[in-house]
């Protein structure tokens, strides 16, 4: 009952969609990338399966997909699936990290690319990251430490005093800072 005299409440108040660009974004051309799929540069930081998302369930043979491979085709642990279909399917990882958009940059500016929009990047187990467990770290597996930053995680607590900085943290910040003096 308070659900519905809060909606009704509600009704009297229309939402306003935002009437005016900035100025700003009038003339980005916007370049969207998906980490984890967009590049590998660094085949030291490879996702473990003890990192992906329903790990459990996951052969034990799993390992990141070749980044050259064909999509339908089904491959090593994935054949033990019943089907490409499987849910399993979603387990896959290709190992991008940030190093990979980094090394892309000139590329991208090359394109007349002028603004990245990331999907998200923070810590989660999924592949999209949507379901960030943590929205003050990076991903580690984008970075160059996983396992560091993994521990340096374990020894925060909810108290912000205890955070700290991990490598995927400050690789992030490098990679806006490059990608801002290229304009």
């Not at 399966?49 to 064909?70: K, L, N, V």
């Not at 929009?117 to 923070?122: H, I, K, R, T």
């Amino acid at each position: 009952m308070k659900t519905l005299f809060f909606l009704l409440l509600c009704l009297p108040f229309p939402l306003v969609a935002q009437t005016q660009v900035p100025e700003w974004a009038k003339k980005v051309i916007w370049y969207q990338i998906f980490p984890e799929r967009f590049r590998d540069g660094d085949s030291k930081n490879q996702p473990i399966r003890e990192s992906i998302e329903y790990h459990d369930i996951a052969p034990s043979t799993w390992q990141p997909a070749r980044w050259t491979g064909d999509w339908y085709e089904r491959v090593g642990w994935e054949l033990e699936s019943k089907s490409f279909y499987d849910p399993m399917v979603f387990q896959r990882r290709y190992g991008g990290d940030l190093q990979g958009v980094l090394e892309k940059l000139p590329y991208l500016s090359e394109l007349g690319i002028t603004g990245i929009y990331f999907n998200p990047v923070f810590f989660a187990r999924s592949m999209h990251k949507y379901d960030a467990s943590s929205f003050h770290h990076i991903e580690p597996y984008f970075g160059p430490d996983p396992e560091g930053d993994l521990a340096l995680i374990a020894s925060e607590t909810a108290d912000p005093a205890t955070w700290k900085w991990t490598t995927a943290d400050k690789l992030f910040l490098h990679l806006v800072k490059e990608a801002h003096e290229r304009g």
